[in-house]
């Protein structure tokens, strides 16, 4: 018989947290922190067994809905039968889900390419570091202002904030910041409508000489041998590029044999509607990586694909990367019943998503209408946002943003006479952007929950 801990109420576990545990994490960010008990599809439970309904759904990381049957079976059955083995065997459902993801990928962006797996989003951002290096012999890299690729020291020079770094520094060369297309507040001061692709061709500018500093016209070779992006902003606030962008900077990239490394740790997944939202622009990467969602949250499991050039055995060869826990068994059984979900499911979600996208959005501007401090509402498929402002609809509003999140977490709010909750999450340059990222099985009730839940917190906020 295992001995189960007595349950404690919510107090004596902050309480204790706050003691013994690091506040070196995030949940301190937070004077006091919510403690949950349950999950379910689309909520989250308190103690009193109040439903939250969730709108980060473990910062993307749970698309496919909490505790889904499938996926907690499969998960069930490889722990009865081989949770444990080291990374230097093999295991059926290594294999099997590298074939599934393989030809799965070869089928969308019509090239060979091998898989790869780490622990996480941040470590295999790191792999894909190794791999762009290994091949182009440079250590540059290109990346975008606004953009996340986690937390490990290596991948904080790939991630924008100086907050992140400020008291390590960095052992590797940080990349160099190129502004995102974020149209709505232009890094530029351009008007979308006019600005004639203004900042691709800023981008392009930087190979015309020499004293541009990182090109050297005679040889032909860029100080900056890959681009490691997000598709779409995820932490930088759920910021969509404009259609045209990914393809234009592509060719750029493309005419100076620099490599373009898409990190789809967090939009990946059909969170876009598409498996991976650089779907959506038209343009094949070299390497892609990819986390949380693989598993629907339930094992920690990263992955990337490469096209074959980059990462043939006899590139990147036995030994280049590994980690204890890299091909974990029951990550691995989680990802296989994941990419297996996908296969049956992915007709029925590239229709539905869109359409469920469109309710959503109408219900955001409705929302817009009744609200001055909605200052644009946006996004594609479920990579859906709000941005908050001061009543003339542009200025960032923070203090709103966290008052809307605090107010959801007390669970008072309340839908067709019961009570609940909602969970928020933000994001963007001013931290004040309510990115919206629903399960992706919500239904059309949920989506006018969500829109009227939010509809009451912003009357109380600021009426
Ligand atoms: C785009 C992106 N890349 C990488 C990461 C890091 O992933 P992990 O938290 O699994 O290390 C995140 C996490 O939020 C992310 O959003």
């Given amino acids: 018989m295992i001995a189960l801990e007595k349950t404690i109420t919510d107090e004596k576990i902050q309480l204790t947290d706050n003691e013994y545990s690091s506040w070196g994490d995030t949940v301190h960010y937070s004077n006091n922190p919510k403690v949950f008990?349950?999950?379910?599809?689309?909520?989250?439970?308190?103690?009193?067994?109040?439903?939250?309904?969730?709108?980060?759904?473990?910062?993307?990381?749970?698309?496919?809905?909490?505790?889904?049957?499938?996926?907690?079976?499969?998960?069930?059955?490889?722990?009865?039968?081989l949770p444990q083995l080291t990374p230097k065997f093999?295991?059926?459902?290594?294999?099997?889900?590298?074939?599934?993801?393989?030809?799965?990928?070869?089928?969308?962006?019509?090239?060979?390419?091998?898989?790869?797996?780490?622990?996480?989003?941040?470590?295999?951002?790191?792999?894909?570091?190794?791999?762009?290096?290994?091949?182009?012999?440079?250590?540059?890299?290109?990346?975008?202002?606004?953009?996340?690729?986690?937390?490990?020291?290596?991948?904080?020079?790939?991630?924008?904030?100086?907050?992140?770094?400020?008291?390590?520094?960095?052992?590797?060369?940080?990349?160099?910041?190129?502004?995102?297309?974020?149209?709505?507040?232009?890094p530029y001061g351009m008007n979308c409508e006019t600005c004639n692709h203004f900042c691709v061709k800023q981008f392009a500018r930087q190979f015309e000489s020499e004293y541009k500093t990182i090109?050297?016209?005679?040889?032909?070779?860029?100080?900056?041998?890959?681009?490691?992006?997000?598709?779409?902003?995820?932490?930088?606030?759920?910021?969509?590029?404009?259609?045209?962008?990914?393809?234009?900077?592509?060719?750029?990239?493309?005419?100076?044999?620099?490599?373009?490394?898409?990190?789809?740790?967090?939009?990946?997944?059909?969170?876009?509607?598409?498996?991976?939202?650089?779907?959506?622009?038209?343009?094949?990467?070299?390497v892609m990586t990819f986390a949380k969602s693989i598993t629907n949250g339930m094992n920690p499991l990263g992955g990337l694909w490469a096209k074959e050039k980059y990462i043939a055995p006899d590139v990147f060869v036995p030994g280049s990367a590994h980690s204890t826990y890299c091909s974990n068994p029951i990550g691995i059984r989680a990802a296989h019943e994941v990419m297996s979900i996908v296969e049956e499911d992915e007709t029925m979600l590239e229709r539905e998503i869109p359409r469920k996208s469109a309710r959503f959005t109408e219900g955001l501007n409705y929302l817009k209408s009744k609200y001055d401090e909605v200052g644009d509402v946006g996004g594609i498929g479920f990579a859906l946002r709000i941005e908050l402002t001061e009543k003339d609809g542009f200025t960032p509003n923070k203090a709103l943003c966290d008052a809307m999140q605090e107010e959801g977490l007390k669970g008072d709010l309340s839908y067709r006479g019961k009570k609940c909750g909602l969970v928020l999450n933000n994001g963007g340059f001013y931290k004040n952007i309510i990115t919206l990222v629903p399960q992706l099985y919500i239904t059309d009730e949920e989506i006018d929950m969500a829109i009227e839940l939010m509809d009451q917190l912003l009357t109380r906020l600021t009426k």
């Fill in 37 to 81: 008990r349950g999950c379910d599809g689309s909520y989250m439970f308190d103690s009193k067994d109040t439903p939250y309904l969730d709108l980060q759904m473990m910062y993307s990381a749970c698309n496919f809905g909490y505790k889904n049957r499938r996926i907690t079976e499969a998960v069930i059955n490889q722990l009865n039968t």
């Fill in 90 to 186: 093999l295991h059926q459902y290594k294999a099997l889900l590298s074939e599934k993801m393989s030809k799965i990928i070869e089928k969308r962006f019509h090239e060979k390419g091998r898989m790869h797996y780490n622990v996480g989003g941040a470590q295999v951002n790191e792999d894909a570091i190794k791999i762009v290096r290994n091949y182009t012999k440079r250590q540059g890299f290109f990346a975008f202002e606004g953009g996340y690729h986690g937390r490990t020291i290596a991948t904080t020079c790939l991630t924008s904030s100086f907050r992140y770094r400020e008291r390590y520094g960095h052992f590797g060369d940080r990349a160099y910041f190129v502004p995102f297309p974020y149209c709505f507040r232009c």
């Fill in 215 to 286: 090109y050297d016209p005679k040889t032909g070779e860029c100080e900056y041998k890959a681009f490691y992006a997000e598709p779409i902003l995820g932490t930088g606030g759920y910021i969509n590029p404009p259609e045209w962008y990914f393809k234009e900077l592509k060719q750029i990239l493309d005419e100076h044999g620099i490599m373009l490394v898409i990190d789809e740790v967090q939009m990946g997944m059909f969170r876009t509607g598409k498996l991976w939202a650089i779907e959506n622009y038209d343009v094949v990467p070299d």
